[in-house]
């Protein structure tokens, strides 16, 4: 009999948390136990892991009664064992150790390199986490299991397939890595489907009240968008700010590897959203689903606004055909290291696309496809600003014409920038922002 047993919990006056407490001790007993199988070799995944945890569980509960009953203490009724049996259950076959981080609230991203942990909360600050596993071989192994239990289909992680990519059933977004890396390295980011506005991102200094109403007036003008930033600038977040002013009337259908923006879980806000995840290929190599092929069913799905989570190869040219051909409104985000080099990340996009579309004609379809592109940048810190802001004039060879009409310093003060053009001017204008409010309307040649 473990030594743990003799520090389990006493029964408490509140039915609740001696639920909780005993599910915590019978888990943590559980999962030590299932563990040293996994080291002695034992292939535990999907209903075998989950039948033996079950047996694990009532030998852990059935020998802590036969201890208090020796020593003349009080047991567990039945309805409380039943209900310990089922928290205990649900934490050991669910992502086991990994489930206390994710319960927490404040951690928006955790990063496991074999045995370390480390997480980043929500303002930013990074915090090192005791071990909740005992060996990278275990880490594996917990890995192996979730990937097993995956709602997007059984995925596969060993030797053969050493990256693996698959949402959890939260919507956080599991990375794993193995054999290629020094350790095995797994890395979750949090999406909690937190409903954004634009008025919230500016309280939390990403915007100022200038592009607040910018950017709600585009949105409103629909106006194709293109979010840049690097990884974990917040170019999901703000995408979300954009969404929520779409007019609940309008119909959107979101695109996405994996399932981030949520948009269809808030029915007040868009009853008619419509959410299509792509799909990779199951463990016999079928079955493959991708962005692109999504993007063309969304198409004749007569959505008002197609919102592609984020733009990174094939979708790329179906996504510009969408926006420049009455699909206005859209939304993407994508990878880039300022607002300028969105175009050249499009342009290497669709010259590696089935399309093959040289790079005069990829420069067409995206001074006919995007409006405005908005870059993000985020600090050592966490802090993140929205640092750029760039209007689409046209194409000339192999080159797309833009103006920078909204630049902002790293100490969030205004710095000058270009005029929108004409168009640009009376369009937002229609839809309520005042152009002069952009750097207090002081370049020689801006628009009334």
Request: proline residues 5%; negative net charge.
């Amino acid at each position: 009999m473990s030594d743990q047993l003799h520090e389990r919990p006493a029964l408490s006056g509140d039915h609740g948390q001696t639920v909780l407490q005993w599910a915590q001790y019978v888990s943590a007993e559980a999962m030590r136990r299932l563990s040293g199988a996994v080291a002695n070799g034992e292939a535990l995944v999907g209903d075998e892991y989950r039948h033996r945890a079950e047996r694990v569980i009532r030998h852990v509960l059935d020998e802590a009664a036969q201890r208090a009953l020796s020593q003349g203490r009080p047991v567990l009724d039945a309805a409380t064992e039943q209900a310990v049996t089922r928290r205990a259950l649900a934490q050991v076959c669910g992502l086991g150790p990994l489930q206390e981080l994710l319960d927490d609230p404040e951690i928006e991203n955790i990063n496991l390199t074999g045995t370390t942990v480390w997480v980043r909360h929500a303002d930013g600050r990074r915090e090192q986490r005791p071990p909740v596993v005992a060996s990278p071989e275990e880490l594996v192994a917990l890995v192996r299991r979730i990937a097993a239990e995956s709602p997007a289909g059984e995925r596969r992680f060993d030797p053969a397939a050493p990256i693996l990519d698959m949402p959890l059933s939260d919507g956080s977004r599991l990375n794993a890595i193995m054999e290629v890396s020094h350790v095995p390295v797994v890395s979750i980011r949090r999406h909690r489907y937190r409903t954004t506005t634009l008025k919230k991102l500016r309280d939390l200094g990403t915007l100022d009240d200038a592009l607040v109403s910018l950017l709600r007036a585009a949105v409103r003008a629909r106006r194709n968008i293109v979010i840049t930033g690097g990884t974990g600038a917040g170019k999901t977040t703000l995408l979300r700010g954009l969404a929520a002013e779409i007019p609940a009337s309008e119909r959107i259908v979101t695109i996405e590897d994996v399932a981030e923006l949520g948009l269809e879980r808030d029915a007040t806000a868009h009853p008619d959203a419509v959410a299509l995840h792509a799909r990779p290929p199951n463990v016999e190599g079928a079955g493959e689903v991708t962005v692109a092929e999504l993007v063309r069913a969304a198409l004749r799905m007569s959505p008002d606004r197609v919102i592609v989570g984020e733009t990174r190869g094939s979708e790329t040219v179906p996504l510009l055909n969408a926006m420049s051909q009455g699909n206005d409104g859209s939304l993407t985000t994508l990878h880039a290291a300022s607002s300028e080099g969105a175009f050249s990340k499009l342009g290497a996009y669709a010259a590696q696309s089935a399309e093959r579309l040289p790079l005069e004609a990829t420069t067409l379809l995206i001074a006919a496809a995007v409006h405005l592109v908005v870059h993000i940048s985020a600090s050592p810190t966490g802090d993140r600003m929205v640092s750029s802001v760039r209007e689409v004039v046209g194409g000339e060879g192999q080159r797309v014409v833009s103006n920078e009409i909204y630049r902002r310093a790293r100490d969030g003060s205004l710095l000058a920038a270009a005029p929108p053009s004409p168009g640009t001017v009376d369009v937002l204008a229609e839809h309520g922002f005042d152009i002069h409010r952009l750097v207090g309307g002081e370049l020689q040649g801006w628009a009334s």
